[in-house]
């Protein structure tokens, strides 16, 4: 199985749940479970995700303030994503943010932290058959460019963190609870910035969701 994640479809914007359960807690089963998943999607409903990040903030990574914000939700499998496009002056300077929190009309389907299981922890793949001759020129240029697509550990957010991207575009992940979320920032060509700067956000969007999480108790 290809390391590459379907998280792709998430490319517009993606940020972390206000319902945050202890790692590796099962997202069925008890009715103390069924209680706590309950409380997850209400807390869920209640996140303004605009309000995550400041115009300040923003123009502190991006040097330009934010002129206006997109909220909007999208149902995506089992959970649903909570999402705000904050444009700047220059519309190459934009940032996307999304959440993918718990669907209350879903319940009982693939939770975000499941989904976050298959994509970034997917079983080990059947070693293919080697051929003697070796791989085709081509073959070997298609491997590489997986390669270099592969999610990359960013260490010190949530419980996990993940870089996935390529010389071109690319978006941070983060998983905290049963909630995951994805930043993005443009008009920067050199992904070691890119990644300095959505990881910056994150920690400050990261921070405003824990208050708002301990504030809803």
């Known amino acids: 199985m ?6 792709s479809f998430l490319l517009c914007a993606l940020l972390l749940s206000a319902v945050l359960l202890p790692a590796g807690q099962a997202a069925c089963g008890s009715p103390q479970k069924s209680a706590r998943a309950a409380e997850d999607t209400r807390s869920a409903k209640k996140i303004d995700v605009c309000a995550l990040l400041t115009s300040a903030e923003m123009e502190a990574v991006q040097g330009e303030p934010v002129k206006e914000t997109k909220p909007s939700v999208q149902p995506s499998g089992g959970f649903v994503m909570l999402q705000c496009f904050y444009r700047t002056t220059t519309s190459a300077k934009s940032v996307s943010l ?3 929190a718990p669907d209350p009309a879903k319940p009982s389907a693939l939770t975000p932290r499941e989904f976050w299981r298959k994509q970034f922890h997917p079983p080990e793949p059947v070693e293919e058959e080697k051929h003697v001759a070796g791989k085709a020129p081509k073959k070997a240029e298609v491997d590489r460019e997986e390669e270099l697509r592969k999610p990359r550990p960013i260490d010190g ?8 991207g390529n010389r071109i575009s690319g978006a941070l992940y983060v998983l905290k609870g049963n909630a995951f979320f994805r930043i993005s920032v443009g008009g920067e060509k050199d992904e070691s910035v890119r990644i300095k700067k959505t990881r910056t956000l994150a920690q400050k969007a990261l921070k405003r969701l824990l208050a708002n999480h301990e504030q809803g108790k």
């Open 98 to 100: 999304a959440l993918g």
């Open 157 to 164: 957010l949530g419980e996990e963190a993940y870089w996935v």
């Open 2 to 7: 290809s390391h590459r994640p379907t998280i």
